[in-house]
Structures are given as structure tokens and as C-alpha cells.
């Protein structure tokens, strides 16, 4: 099988994650895609990040109607900070005769040198770019050249789709007592606005 992996904070997940991932399966001729909130995210300031358990229950909501997507809570019992690393090595064991894609940006890729273990990441799994507005394409296609020469990674560019909503904005408006309709599924916006988040 092939097999999408798409890590984030998802703080919270919105339409925008969701309608890259399904253009990405099809695209990608994914079987299905594994959504892996992060527990402790190293790269994050952690005080605007919330509890994992909501952020994990969220996804799960989100996803539900999606039978190619499935929810992974690894990272979120790990109880420390969360590496990339680790969770590729728990994949692998877990899915040891399927091929592993994971779906990152194109801003991820360019700081790819800053994770752990980034050279080990590159030689164990394929990657998925999904390209996004903004960035110079040369600029881009130089470091996947540069990446796939110095390490054998194996680096796909895909154009996605421009969709411009982000968590840090659904996060503002909803701190501005503004209405996040459309930007995320319903019953993500009916969960944030009973449990009073975000503001």
C-alpha cells in the first residue's frame, strides 16, 4: 500500500489541511492518509499550542466522513517533546511492507535541515511537496536536486491547490468573537464553540 503521512499541530485543523490531503491521495494515488497531531511539538511556542487530547479529538472529528484518512494519536502519548524521527521509525515498524510518503510545504522543506536527524528521515521515507504560493520555484527545485543527490532522498513536487486559511487566523477571529464558518468543518467549529477555545 502507499501510505500519506501528514504530521502538523493542527491548532486547530481547518478546510485547508483537508482539501490538500484528499488532492494529494488522489493525486499521489494514496491508498490513505494517517493525520498525526503532535504531542509536544519542538518547533512551536508551546504557550499558543493547545492540550494535544483536544487538538487529537479534533482531527478525529474532522476526518470521520473521509474513509481513506485515519487518525494516529503516537505522537500525542508519547508525553515528550516529538521528534520526526521518531515517528517515522515507529511507521516503519508498524508498516514495514508499505511505501511511507510524507506530505510536507514547501516553507518545511526549505528548514528541513533544521529537524532531527533530517539525513536519516530523507533515506528511510519518500517525500510528497505539496508547492505552495509564495515561494520561488527554482529555489525549490534546487534543494530537492540537492537533497536527492546528497542523501537518495526521493522527493516528489506536487502544485496543490491555493487555499488561504490558517489556524493562526481561525485562532484570531475567534479571540475577536468573529465567525470561523467555512474554515473549518462543522463539527470542528460546533466542538471549539462549546468548549469555549481560542479565547
Known amino acids: 500500500m502507499k501510505i500519506g503521512i501528514m504530521g502538523g499541530t493542527f491548532n486547530p ?35 499558543a499550542v493547545l492540550d494535544s487530547q483536544i487538538r487529537l479529538e479534533m482531527v478525529a472529528l474532522a476526518i470521520r466522513e473521509n474513509p481513506y484518512f485515519i487518525c494516529s494519536d503516537m505522537e500525542v502519548v508519547r508525553k515528550k517533546l516529538s521528534y520526526t524521527i521518531d515517528t517515522v521509525n515507529e511507521l516503519k515498524e508498524i508498516y514495514r511492507d508499505d511505501d511511507l510518503y510524507m506530505i510536507i510545504g514547501t516553507d518545511t522543506l526549505l528548514s528541513l535541515h533544521t529537524w532531527k536527524d533530517y539525513e536519516r528521515i530523507l533515506s528511510m521515507i519518500n517525500i510528497i511537496v505539496a508547492d505552495r504560493l509564495g515561494l520561488d520555484r527554482k529555489r525549490v527545485d534546487k534543494r530537492i536536486e540537492e537533497l536527492t543527490r546528497r542523501y537518495g532522498a526521493s522527493i516528489i513536487s506536487m502544485d496543490s491547490p ?38
Open 162 to 199: 491555493v487555499i488561504d486559511i490558517s489556524s493562526t487566523l481561525i485562532r484570531e477571529r475567534l479571540k475577536k468573537g468573529l465567525s470561523i464558518k467555512y474554515l473549518v468543518p462543522e463539527v470542528v467549529e460546533d466542538y471549539i464553540l462549546k468548549n469555549n477555545l481560542y479565547r
Open 13 to 47: 485543523i481547518h478546510h485547508g489541511h483537508l482539501i490538500l490531503s484528499e488532492y494529494i491521495r488522489i493525486g499521489a494515488d494514496l491508498d490513505k492518509i494517517i493525520f498525526i497531531p503532535t504531542g509536544i511539538p519542538p518547533h512551536k511556542d508551546n504557550q
